[in-house]
């Protein structure tokens, strides 16, 4: 994959994060804080815990760090994977998002 086809795919995770960040905060209370700053996105919770996602470009991967530890993702086959499990990004987030949040949060790769 080149750089180019890496960021592509890479920013798009990003923007569907904070897209559903978004759309979880219409839905529920969980008052989920997004900031982002290049290729990274912080998650905020009410009770001041945070999830940093970001991109590791020089890797072609994406890195979830949360209360649960860290997590490094690399697409394979349009899907980003764990390099450890095969897990998938953004139901490792909504796991760790609902873990830190004390509610059900749901991610997608559509927001």
């Known amino acids: 994959m080149t ?3 890496y960021l592509d795919h ?6 569907a ?4 960040c978004d759309r979880i905060n219409d839905e529920t209370d969980a008052d989920v804080d997004n900031q982002r700053t290049g290729g990274m996105v912080t998650l905020t919770f009410a009770n001041r ?3 940093i996602i970001n991109l590791q470009k020089p890797l072609q991967e ?10 490094h993702y690399r697409l394979v086959d349009g899907r ?3 390099t450890k499990d095969a897990g998938e990004l953004f139901a490792g987030l ?5 873990e830190q949040s004390g509610q059900s949060l749901v991610f997608s790769p559509l927001g």
């Open 94 to 98: 909504s796991r760790c998002a609902s």
């Open 62 to 71: 994406i890195w979830l760090a949360a209360r649960a530890g860290g997590f």
């Open 3 to 5: 750089d180019l086809d």
């Open 10 to 15: 890479a920013e798009a995770a990003l923007a």
């Open 80 to 82: 980003w994977r764990d």
């Open 49 to 51: 815990s945070q999830i």
């Open 17 to 20: 994060i904070e897209t559903a």
